[in-house]
């Protein structure tokens, strides 16, 4: 918040700044990593879980190489304890030699660990469930079992001189105090990340914000965080455990995960560019975004949700007239597009077409050209290529002198006119 | 949280209580409406401004009964004064006698005012921009003149014996000192609801509860949002407005709208019904979300996104074993399907399938099962009849005193094996 005491900076504070719940006000606190976040990308590992993916060596192979291009920080593989096909893809992703450090996810089991170190990763993912529920019908360790065999883990795991992250599952329905105890016990051994997974999906933002803030008091490691997005809150909730210290946010591209999946890369990038565009645009290639979301799309054979963010098709269109937008397409290599040819159309989007259309007229002749195009979108639904042959003729209209062009037409007569101007030749396809 | 003073309360808490930031542990606050929010819909508003809307009267109508059908508390209509066809379809929903409170959004203007309040309407939702960009741009009046024009509209609704609502545009990039003057002297006239509008979906989750937290000890009246889903947040700041103590959430049908859309009313359920079901399940007809969403679909001619919440074709799909879901299917109409043909299956989805089935074994020879599927899934991806012949022979095997039944094939003896019991007749599809 401005400092109240500084008179000369709070007066030359734009009147938006003011709201010290509003947006771009540059409120941040020490906590807040928002702006310095690193990407945990687990299309490979957590997206293989997808109902639909089968990705064979060569897929693999193709999808690691274009999130190394995009420029996220870590590629995750599946535990090569899985399969045999796994451990082998495993090393062969290894061996590409990307600028992304490669992990793989493994059970804390010394025999999953011996084997994911043998693969070249250069760090290891271990994870554990530790709410009541996963303790009873998953694996029925206790508490102190499960600290011993992590501590066993983590010890090995960096004996050979490589990354190590502890996370439990199911983070957010185990006790508080197994929780801390556990995570504190692993960050004195060393360990580099902490991991909280919303397994479930059930976390809300604020549960969120609070308990990884209390973790950040309670460990000096990094923190990682796992969202699935059940409850469509997966987004949300990275975001605000970077605000509350959290350091690295898992993602797959388009969520794709068990169930609905986690937190999307395309949709995390939207979140942060809005509210940090300078870090996000230095870090990542966004305009590689669309490619990365078509191959992955492709080789699961889903199609690209219509409101995805940023790549959806409706992402950028625009049907009333004002384009009120905190994302800006150029950044991700789309391109805006204004619908304009409805009955909900505003003379707005009516000026910004013609401008297109290199016409310019007065504010109130937009506003009459506006009517009709309103009037004929009444009657049925008018293409963009109508509306333009409208705009084009009021304007020639104009020029010839005419006081109130078209304002007498009926709606018929107004599509008889559009008719016409299409046998002249004077339709201009968007 | 547990009252730290009574032991006996705390000692009888099952351990997953113990985590105050957690799920389902009865936390909750005087200020939060979680549990008793109404739905202010507007498919047939917002959703109109959809790219791809294009309703006619009979599809209105069609769409506003199954609205009514589901239960929302409030259907929100296109402004009247768009056009003379959104007056006829507003008189027309009203005529319908629908338990849902019909509502009709309109500016800032009497003459807007007029010209809803004839059409028979339950209720009018005045929409006004206040941010120094919104005002710069959109119509340039200072707050005083808005103030007053708003009360000039507000009286003479009121005069007409309906419902009010009182809404700022782009509320997040707006002065606050504005904004809680203009609201306090709207409630101090006797509005219905105040609204919050996200109109460009920047906000994040805190920002919307500290914003509707300060809002909420400034009115009295009722408290609407409306937020964007642009960065991803839009369920996420629902929940949040209504832990801070708003009352009433605008949604869409799949959630369309401008641009990306607005919040979801299956994933607003998804949210609400993860945390409060008792509530929700009372209040909503969950089984008919799914007929809902085809119809505007079909309407808008889209398709329901693969990881659409509830009724994405993923959304209760297992991969891995364990089926970890904070949603019931069952509340919804929908049903569980684990896919476990792949070489990520775990023993106990083969498990839940084999009882399926009618088969039943003990835990080892259900793991054995699985290594044999799991063998043969990591050469060529596997149909969910391939796993299920395995299943039937190894138990047949078993019947028939086998030691280790087919646990010393190799992958090529099993696939052989697959397409002989498949020659057999003994494949039973999923």
């Known amino acids: 918040m401005p400092n109240a005491s500084d008179n000369s ?49 060569e897929k693999k192979i193709e999808i690691a190489r274009a999130l190394d291009n995009f420029g996220v920080d870590y590629i995750e593989l599946t535990n090569p304890c899985a399969s045999e096909q796994s451990r082998l893809d495993c090393e062969a992703i290894c061996k590409l030699g990307l600028k992304a450090k490669i992990l793989t996810h493994i059970r804390c089991h010394m025999d999953d660990a011996r084997i994911a170190v043998a693969t070249g990763v250069d760090g290891v993912d271990v994870m554990i469930g530790t709410s009541s529920l996963m303790r009873q019908h998953s694996h029925g360790k206790d508490i102190e079992y499960i600290k011993k065999t992590a501590i066993e883990v983590i010890n090995f795991v960096k004996s050979q001189g490589i990354e190590v992250r ?12 197994d929780l801390l105890s556990i995570y504190s016990a692993v960050d004195e051994v060393g360990v580099d990340r902490v991991g909280v997974a919303d397994t479930i999906g059930c976390a809300s933002p604020r549960q969120v914000y609070e308990l990884i803030r209390v973790l950040r008091g309670v460990v000096s490691c990094d923190i990682e965080t796992h969202f699935h997005d059940d409850a469509g809150c997966a987004i949300a909730n990275a975001y605000c455990a970077l605000e ?39 870090k990542y290639r966004l305009n590689k975004i669309k490619d990365l979301e078509d191959l ?33 397409p150029v950044d991700f290599g789309m391109t805006r597009y204004v619908h304009f040819a409805s009955r909900l159309t505003g003379w707005n989007a009516i000026r910004s077409r013609a401008q297109q259309l290199n016409i310019k007229m007065t504010d109130k002749q ?17 293409a963009i290529d109508d509306a333009d042959s409208i705009i084009r003729a009021y ?36």
Chains 1, 2 share one sequence.
């Open 9 to 57: 900076t709070a007066s030359s504070l734009s009147p938006a700044s003011r709201n010290p719940y509003g947006h771009g006000n540059g409120v941040s606190d020490f906590l807040s990593n928002v702006s310095r976040f690193k990407i945990i990308e687990s299309t490979l590992r957590e997206g293989e879980q997808f109902a639909n993916a089968f990705f064979d060596t």
């Open 166 to 177: 502890f996370s439990t599952e199911d983070s957010f329905r185990s006790d508080l105090v």
């Open 244 to 282: 509350a210290g959290a350091t690295h946010i898992d993602t797959s591209v388009l969520g794709i995960g068990e169930r609905n999946g986690i937190t999307p890369l395309g949709g995390l990038m939207a979140r942060m560019v809005a509210t940090h565009p300078e870090y996000v645009k230095s």
């Open 296 to 328: 992955v799309a492709e080789a699961v054979e889903i199609n690209i949700p219509f409101n995805n963010y940023i790549t959806g098709f409706c992402a950028f269109t625009h049907k009333a007239g004002t384009t009120y937008e905190i994302i800006n």
């Open 366 to 382: 937009y506003k009459e050209c506006t009517v009709k195009i309103k009037a004929l979108a009444d009657i049925r639904p008018i």
């Open 395 to 430: 304007y020639r209209n104009i020029q010839s002198g005419e006081d109130s062009p078209l304002m007498d037409l009926t709606a018929d007569e107004a599509a008889q006119f559009v008719a016409k101007e299409k046998e002249l030749g004077n339709v201009v396809s968007a």
